[in-house]
């Protein structure tokens, strides 16, 4: 089968779009905290015995700068640094209850975004766009080998 000859730039649209439908929805919405410190929230939420080492692994930055990530985080309400009661010299990163309120209704708003967007496609279309992810998502898996839990943090 052959490739149209600017497919790849096409899906290089559509991400550039995507990205802006998820940005908006945020930004429409007075979100208080910067797309950095969303996602640092996010690896939080998904690593919930992440150390600012830890985290700093996951971002691929010195962990000065995570630690200072996690001061204003700290400094808004939305982490706390807990002592980590098998090793109390460990300090762990726990999202507060307004930080887990933040990003599922972030996530809900970007959800809404991107369905308001579908909604003004064809159901046909919408179809073999679901396919068409779907044998996207599998290929770049089979081109990245096995996943770990990190690597696929680092996307998010």
Do not use: W, Y
Request: with cysteine; hydrophobic share 50%; glycine share 2%.
């Amino acid at each position: 089968m052959e490739r149209p000859p600017n497919l790849a730039a096409a899906i290089e649209a559509a991400a550039e779009a995507l990205i802006g439908v998820l940005d908006s929805a945020a930004s429409r919405h007075n979100v208080s905290v910067s797309p950095t410190q969303l996602r640092v929230l996010s690896l939080i939420m998904s690593h919930p015995d992440a150390n600012v080492n830890r985290l700093a692994e996951l971002l691929d930055v010195v962990p000065s700068s995570a630690s200072r990530l996690c001061d204003r985080l700290e400094a808004v309400g939305l982490v706390r640094r807990v002592a980590d009661p098998r090793d109390r010299r460990e300090v762990r990163l726990i999202p507060t209850a307004a930080a887990e309120t933040l990003l599922r209704e972030l996530k809900e708003r970007r959800h809404q975004a991107v369905q308001a967007v579908l909604d003004r496609m064809p159901s046909r279309t919408q179809h073999e766009l679901l396919l068409a992810l779907a044998a996207f998502g599998q290929a770049a898996a089979l081109a990245a080998g096995p996943v770990d839990a990190d690597s696929a943090a680092r996307t998010a």
